[in-house]
């Protein structure tokens, strides 16, 4: 086809070439022209050539046009003395794959349009395909689905140095469809496998982009939700995999764990653990196979151990996990950076469900008190405010532990048998230990503080104090709640000196040094 500088002209001549090849099969020849624009440099060309294509071969298609079964080669065909119309079929399905392989190319073209246009033609192809099989049924009534092709729409998704995440934003409305999510969830978990293995260092972009993927499919919670199809079918078959919760479930869980398996970057294990309790664990098929991935998340330290206890928590609370040393390594995780992390509320939320059972022997429990009062001496006001309620709340569950509040001579500061650096809660020796770190807060500077650590001079209320409104409260909603207080009538005694003059008083220290003239 000669190059047209003029886009109208340009389309134009597509449309014209696209109706000859439709109208007569003698014009087959002129699917080279088209085929050819696919490669040129100029987005608008591109774009116009992948619509001429896809009304092309999706005529093709509905029309039975192209050779069903194993394509033959190419040469083998045209050479042999077979019909015209089979060597029509096949060397037009020769094309149609050509075509498709270049429109994957073009998921990884500059422009986003381009990407888009490409994305939408393929997912096309995969439904028409899918009414109109290229492959041969294995026997009667027996599910079709274009895999390859689809197969290679998920590999393109997927790429290894390019960031996707807005073209899975477009695929996502796809993923609302039964069948592409069940048959998405097992390209993504082929496709990472061979990445994996194929390669020694796998690029964090890749990574992104599969997470990105994995966290749009979400399947529904009851049988009579997998009835949404992409590709249409005359009447669903009970015996298809695709028609069932529990296949769909199975493989949401190979391609987790498929994922999971691999070192992960710590900022995507952080990720995944964000969503693993509510989002990942509630459909696998047996959730308690994420307990290696979460026992290691939870070996680390830090920030990714805090987000590991939510999915423990389901584990054990749920699905009757034995996890040994859990609350050794628990209260390992009470650290001076546990008020400061990001995730502080959901960690003080989970480590109140875990204390909250009475049958927690009583060293245990006055170990994590002990621990929370030590910290609570360097920790802001803000966090303050929720971890004095907590400590109570542990004293009000467990009385035996009220030994540490009620100690008639508790033992010198500096000769307390508390052992802050012992790691086992059951050698820490805090039931021999007392709350006096709470008397020392009810000199706190803030009032609201000194209020909250003074509860423990009274006796305690059987009722516990729910934290839950406290768990995210900030420095900022403090500061603007005390300015919405209004001002009493008293006098508030403040601690200062009285300005007198421009550099104070006579024998102050600046008027000493400093005079204005």
């Known amino acids: 086809m000669e190059r047209v500088s003029d886009p109208c002209g340009a389309r134009r001549t597509l449309g014209r070439l696209l109706e000859a090849v439709l109208a007569s099969r003698a014009e087959a020849n002129a699917v080279f022209d088209i085929l050819a624009v ?21 005529a093709l298609l509905e029309r039975g046009e192209l050779f069903v079964g194993q394509l033959p080669p190419e040469e083998t065909v045209m050479a042999g003395s077979q019909g015209a119309t089979r060597k029509y079929k096949v060397w037009m399905r020769h094309r149609y794959q050509s075509c498709c392989n270049r429109l994957k190319e073009l998921l990884a073209h500059p422009s986003f349009q381009v990407k888009e246009l490409a994305l939408s033609t393929l997912m096309k192809f995969v439904q028409l395909e899918g009414a109109h099989p290229l492959e041969k049924p294995k026997w009667e009534g027996n599910y079709l689905f274009p895999r390859q092709l689809f197969k290679s729409v998920v590999d393109g998704l997927l790429p290894l140095e390019e960031d996707h995440s807005l073209l899975l934003s477009q695929f996502r409305e796809y993923l609302e469809h039964d069948d592409i999510r069940y048959h998405t969830m097992q390209a993504a978990a082929n496709t990472v496998a061979r990445v994996a293995n194929g390669h020694p260092e796998v690029p ?23 009835s949404n199809f992409y590709v249409k079918h005359a009447e669903l078959s009970d015996k298809w995999k695709v028609t069932h919760l529990k296949e769909h479930r199975r493989a949401f869980q190979l391609m987790w764990l498929g994922f999971l398996k691999h070192k992960l970057p ?10 693993m309790h509510d989002s990942i664990l509630p459909h696998l098929a047996q959730p308690s ?6 026992t290691r998340a939870y070996d680390i330290g830090g920030a990714i151990s805090l987000l590991a206890l939510n999915g423990l928590f389901i584990l054990i609370h749920k699905h009757n996990l034995e996890y040994p040393d859990f609350y050794r390594k628990l209260y390992g995780l009470l650290d001076p950076s546990v008020f400061h992390v990001k995730y502080r509320a959901r960690f003080f939320h989970l480590a109140d469900l875990f204390l909250s059972s009475s049958h927690l022997p009583a060293y245990l429990v006055a170990a994590f008190a002990k621990r929370l009062s030590r910290l609570a001496l360097t920790a802001p006001p803000e966090a303050l405010l929720m971890v004095l309620p907590f400590i109570c709340n542990l004293l009000r569950r467990h009385p035996a532990c009220r030994v ?27 039931l021999e230990s007392s709350l006096w770190e709470l008397q020392a807060l009810q000199q706190h500077y803030y009032p609201e503080v000194s209020k909250a650590a003074s509860v423990i001079n009274q006796v305690l209320s059987v009722p516990e104090v729910s934290i839950a409104p406290l768990l995210e409260l900030t420095a900022f909603e403090i500061f603007e709640r005390d300015l919405k207080k209004k001002k009493g009538s008293e006098a508030v005694p403040l601690e200062f000196i009285p300005a007198r003059g421009l550099l104070g ?11 204005l003239s």
Request: net charge negative; hydrophobic share 40%; charged share 25%.
């Open 289 to 294: 196979l994420m307990i290696d991935f979460l």
């Open 266 to 275: 710590l900022s995507l294990c952080k990720k995944v653990l964000v969503i």
């Open 38 to 58: 696919l490669q040129s440099e100029d987005q608008e060309e591109i774009q116009d050539a992948v619509r001429a294509c896809s009304r092309l071969f999706g």
């Open 204 to 226: 964090l972009t890749f990574w992104n982009n599969v997470f990105t993927l994995l966290c749009a499919v979400s399947l529904p919670c009851q049988e009579s939700g997998i």
């Open 505 to 515: 008083q006579r024998d102050d220290l600046c008027n000493q040094h400093f005079a």
């Open 404 to 430: 540490l509040v009620h100690r008639p001579r508790g033992p010198e500061l500096d000769a307390d048998p508390y052992d802050p650096d012992e790691e086992d809660p059951a050698k820490s020796r805090a």
